[in-house]
């Protein structure tokens, strides 16, 4: 008699947008931090311009380089994400690429844009995926030690 093992996948669930957004503040939370830091110990080049220094660069890359390779990493999360128990998946379930997790950085504001003009249109939100997870094909679910 042979026996054969199958490992079944355990069931998913999509995180509700409360939790996502707490998340994200963390996230934010931190990012700010670091540029806070950042800025308190170096010398702008131009005290005068705000929002157009040299270093604006640097914080956009910073906030780049955290969100998409914090969410293609093994931990598939943000350290908001992960200490709030989500995790950022393909359709599939399966980890993203960091191609993928930086087209979801990208389509990010534009997400946060169109889902503020359904709140104020008071527009059922529909799905809990949202635009961003659409276009880059992913979902955030809560990992399976939370479940």
Same mark, same amino acid.
């Given at each position: 008699?042979?026996?054969?093992?199958?490992?079944?996948?355990?069931?998913?669930?999509?995180?509700?947008?409360?939790?996502?957004?707490?998340?994200?503040?963390?996230?934010?939370?931190?990012?700010?931090?670091?540029?806070?830091?950042?800025?308190?110990?170096?010398?702008?080049?131009?005290?005068?311009?705000?929002?157009?220094?040299?270093?604006?660069?640097?914080?956009?890359?910073?906030?780049?380089?955290?969100?998409?390779?914090?969410?293609?990493? *093994?931990?598939?999360?943000?350290?908001?994400?992960? !200490? #709030?128990?989500? &995790? /950022? +998946?393909? $359709?599939?379930?399966?980890?993203?690429?960091?191609?993928?997790?930086?087209?979801?950085?990208?389509?990010?504001?534009?997400?946060?844009?169109?889902?503020?003009?359904?709140?104020? *249109?008071?527009?059922?939100?529909?799905?809990?995926? !949202? #635009?961003?997870? &659409? /276009? +880059?094909? $992913?979902?955030?679910?809560?990992?399976?030690?939370?479940?």
């Amino acid at each position: 008699m042979q026996l054969s093992y199958q490992k079944t996948k355990p069931s998913e669930h999509v995180a509700d947008l409360g939790t996502r957004m707490i998340a994200f503040c963390l996230d934010f939370l931190l990012i700010l931090t670091l540029i806070g830091v950042i800025e308190y110990y170096t010398i702008s080049s131009n005290e005068e311009a705000f929002l157009l220094k040299s270093e604006r660069l640097l914080h956009f890359l910073m906030g780049w380089l955290y969100f998409a390779g914090s969410e293609s990493s *093994a931990w598939q999360a943000t350290l908001g994400k992960h !200490l #709030l128990g989500l &995790r /950022v +998946a393909s $359709t599939r379930g399966e980890r993203i690429s960091f191609k993928r997790a930086t087209i979801r950085y990208f389509a990010r504001p534009i997400s946060i844009f169109v889902f503020i003009m359904r709140a104020l *249109a008071s527009s059922p939100l529909t799905s809990l995926q !949202l #635009l961003h997870d &659409r /276009v +880059a094909r $992913t979902k955030v679910v809560i990992s399976d030690r939370q479940a």
